[in-house]
């Protein structure tokens, strides 16, 4: 493994995921921003949220990000389509990850 490129960026970047082929998401806790990269490292745009966010999971079949965010005790539901917050719903202290199970219906 190696460097192959890298970006400067403000705040406290906590984690990055891989949207597609073509995108990053980043989750920043200090600015409590969601940011889309290219590949290329070029900034898309930002969202700011609520909370501080630090874990992301992705729906499977639609263009849909839960948002852990840690001072709210919530999660969050950003649709990367148009990269605005459509929903949450509430979580124990801290949520720091989440994950993505099938209904039994």
């Known amino acids: 493994m190696k460097v192959v490129r890298s970006r400067t960026v403000g705040g406290d970047p906590l984690r990055v995921y891989t949207v597609d082929d073509e995108?990053?998401?980043?989750?920043d806790i200090v600015g409590r921003t969601l940011t889309l990269y290219s590949t290329t490292l070029r900034r898309i745009r930002s969202l700011?949220?609520?909370g501080i966010p630090a874990a992301v999971s992705f729906h499977p079949?639609?263009?849909?990000?839960?948002v852990s965010q840690l001072d709210t005790d919530s999660v969050a539901v950003v649709d990367l389509?148009?990269?605005?917050v459509i929903g949450?719903?509430?979580t124990g202290p801290e949520p720091?990850?989440?994950?993505?199970?099938p209904s039994a219906a």
């Open 61 to 66: 079949h639609r263009p849909l990000a839960y």
């Open 81 to 84: 389509d148009r990269f605005s």
């Open 96 to 101: 720091d990850s989440s994950a993505l199970l």
């Open 88 to 90: 949450g719903f509430g």
């Open 23 to 27: 995108r990053l998401l980043v989750t």
């Open 48 to 50: 700011r949220l609520e």
